[in-house]
Structures are given as C-alpha cells and as structure tokens.
C-alpha cells in the first residue's frame, strides 16, 4: 500500500511577539509531533513488502528505506564504513549501490537475497588495457573519458568504460581480451551517470524481467546488458540467435523491442541498397534545411548488415545537391556541397586473403591475446580500390571475434560475436 505523505509547512520567519512566543513554539512542536504520529501510523500499518518495494516499476536512486535488509546487510558487511547511494535495477529483484570509500569507488549489483551478482571497481584510463584505448581512440575521435570499472567479482574479468562523443554517451563493456562485448549509446545530450556512472549489469536470462523474456521467445539467447539511465529508466541490449542469425535487440522494460539489428556471425561483407523511401529523420532534416526539394537517387552502405551511413542527393530548383547522414539519421556536414564534390558514394569492396597474407605483427598479436584461436575467415577491406583495413573472424575455444587490423598488421579493435 502506499504510504500517505505528510504535507511540507513552509515557515516564514516574521518580527516574534514577545508575549506569545512561547505559545508558538509549543503549538508548532505539537504540529510536528502529530505530523510524526500519523506518518509512523502509516508506516506501520503497511506490511514489510510494501514498505521495502512501493511499487512495482520504481527504479533509480532511492532511500535506503526501499531496500531489502539482505541487500543493505551484505553492503554493509562487504563495505565497511562506506557511503553508500542504493537505486533499484529491477524492482523486487536486483538493486544497486554506489560505494564510496577513503580508498576507492565501486558499483555493485546485489540480487534481493543478498546476492552480489557483479562488482566493478573504479579504474582510471591510463588503467585500462591497451586493446580498450586503442579502440576508443580509433572509434571514437577526440572522445572525452567520463568513467572505468573493472570487475572485481567472479570471471573473466570484463572493463566498463562511459565516454561521451559527439553530445552522446556510450557504456562499452569489454571482456578480459579487449574486445567489444556491447555498446550502449544513450540519449543526445546525456550528461553521465552519478557516482561511476548509469548503472549496467550482465544479466543471465532468468534476471530478465518476464516481459523482456516473452519477446525474445523464439530465440536462442546469448547474453545480455541492462543500463539503467540517470532518469531510472532501463534498457535491455541483447544478443540472441535466430534462424542461424545472430541479433542485437533493444528492449524496454515493457517488452517493446526498440531496435533490432543483425550481425554477421560468420562473414564479413558491404553492401548497397538503393532507396526509394528515405528514413522520416531524413526527410525532416531536407523539409527544414533543403525547401522544395525532390529526390533524385539514394542509398544506404551497409557493412556486416549494419546500416554505415546514408548518400542522398535531391533536386532544389533544377539544381542537384548532395548529402551524407550517418547510421543515426545525423547530417555529416563534410558530405561536399553538390554532385561536383561528391557525386557518388564510397565504393567499399572486400577481398578474402588466406592466413599466410595476414601481416606477422597481425599474427603475433592474436597469437598472445588468442591462445590456440583458429581462422574463420580473413578480408581486406578497400575503399574506391584503395585497401583500407584487414578482418577477421576468429574462433577461440566456444568463442568467436571479429577483430581489425591495419594494413601493417597493427590492432585497431575487436568485438565478441
């Protein structure tokens, strides 16, 4: 049941009467008193569920009034003397809690009974392996670092990393090896998370709220990441097979799939396809910067399924004009300014190589970071006939990756397929 919420009194303080002081300040104090009375009275008469979970659907940061006794006990006998911020990742079922010592920070994750599900502990930058930086720094140009964890409890040991790029903050978890596990990408001008940042955990399918689990019936799971925002809201991004395809879902809390986009699991390839209807973001965009425009041709360049971006080129009063937009419907301002400078998309193209044309620093480097790792496949990637980069497909025990190098053989990133 909910609990009735005494009214806030506002005083203002006024010039006192001498000779009826006193009586104030005793009536004010029996108020107050009778305040308290009826809250405790409201308290009590909710049972010991109520009082700890108020509804069903309350997340974020909360008092420590709202957590399960098992939860704050094994806070507290785990962290000391800590300050603590508890939210709730998934009501009745899994909590967080910020934790602040006079040595470091760390962010937990404990299910109702007491159990710490994950534990990550606040690292700098300069802490985190070179495979992560060097990914973030070829992916995400002249990002800024908002926040690191490394976990701490269980294995293998993953990273998490907060940057914002572009007034957009990504949540990247990354496994023991440097390799992309998930990318979260939160809302256009989010500003980060309290304490270490929004809270994300690795769920197993059983924590998955029964909603999330319905709309995934039919797959085969693979794994999953929940992020909850600086606004208590979460997102669930997860990783399912289907038809021997593997998808990357977006999910709210509701059930709803948000996105869906597929990933190659065991090729690598480009793609054009032309467009005949453009995206609604796009065409707001021409509407309001390219009045009285009609289209001319259009096509979206996908590379492993995924949508890289958008070449449109319109006609404005007989004059043709071209524009790039990326895989978010964003306007790339560096498209040039008509036909002349841009007239036709990039032509992207793949060539399969065999092991022995994979550069040897290539090689060297999979060979330490991939123990007994065997070969999927192996491409170089050409950009109007240009080679740009080498990929891989990988397979390392039960595990497979995806993993880029440059032309000399030199790591540029991975991601666990």
């Not at 029964?210 to 085969?220: E, L």
Request: include cysteine; aromatic fraction near 8%; charge should be positive.
């Amino acid at each position: 049941m909910s609990v009735p919420i005494p009214p806030i009194i506002l005083i203002r303080k006024r010039k006192q009467d001498p000779f009826n002081s006193q009586n104030k300040i005793y009536t004010m104090k029996k108020q107050l008193l009778t305040l308290a009375l009826v809250a405790s009275i409201g308290l009590a008469s909710c049972s010991k569920e109520d009082a700890l979970n108020p509804s069903s659907d309350v997340t974020g940061f909360v008092s420590q009034n709202f957590i399960p006794t098992a939860v704050k006990t094994t806070v507290s006998n785990t962290f000391p003397s800590a300050q603590v911020d508890y939210y709730v990742l998934q009501s009745n079922s899994l909590y967080g809690a910020n934790i602040v010592t006079s040595t470091t920070e760390a962010q937990v994750v404990v299910g109702k009974s007491g159990d710490i599900k994950e534990a990550f502990t606040r690292i700098t930058e300069a802490e985190l392996p070179a495979a992560i930086t060097t990914y973030l720094k070829g992916k995400y140009p002249n990002y800024t670092f908002i926040h690191a964890g490394k976990k701490t409890s269980g294995t293998p040991v993953t990273y998490r990393v907060e940057i914002k790029a572009d007034n957009t903050v990504y949540s990247i978890l990354f496994d023991e090896t440097g390799a992309v596990i998930s990318t979260i990408e939160g809302k256009k001008g989010e500003k980060g998370g309290k304490g270490m940042g929004a809270a994300v955990s690795q769920l197993a399918l059983t924590d998955l709220p029964a909603a999330v689990q319905s709309a995934i019936s039919g797959y085969t799971f693979k794994n999953a990441v929940m992020r909850l925002d600086a606004n208590g809201v979460a997102t669930y991004h997860i990783h399912a097979e289907k038809d021997g395809k593997v998808w990357d879902l977006k999910i709210d809390a509701s059930g709803k799939i948000l996105s869906s986009e597929e990933e190659s699991k065991n090729d690598i390839n480009i793609t054009k396809t032309e467009l005949t209807t453009l995206p609604q973001a796009i065409v707001d965009y021409l509407n309001k910067n390219a009045a009285g425009w009609t289209l001319k041709n259009a096509v979206s360049i996908q590379k492993d399924n995924v949508t890289i971006h958008y070449h449109v080129i319109v006609t404005i009063g007989g004059n043709s004009q071209a524009y790039m937009f990326d895989k978010d419907f964003n306007y790339v301002p560096n498209a040039g300014k008509g036909p002349k400078d841009n007239p036709n998309p990039a032509n992207f193209s793949i060539t399969e190589i065999s092991k022995d044309q994979i550069p040897a620093t290539a090689i060297s480097y999979l060979d330490k970071t991939y123990a007994g790792w065997t070969l999927n496949k192996a491409v170089t990637v050409s950009k109007d006939g240009t080679a740009q980069e080498i990929e891989l497909i990988i397979t390392v025990a039960d595990k497979k990756y995806k993993v880029e190098f440059d032309l000399s053989g030199n790591f540029k990133g991975a991601r666990k397929l």
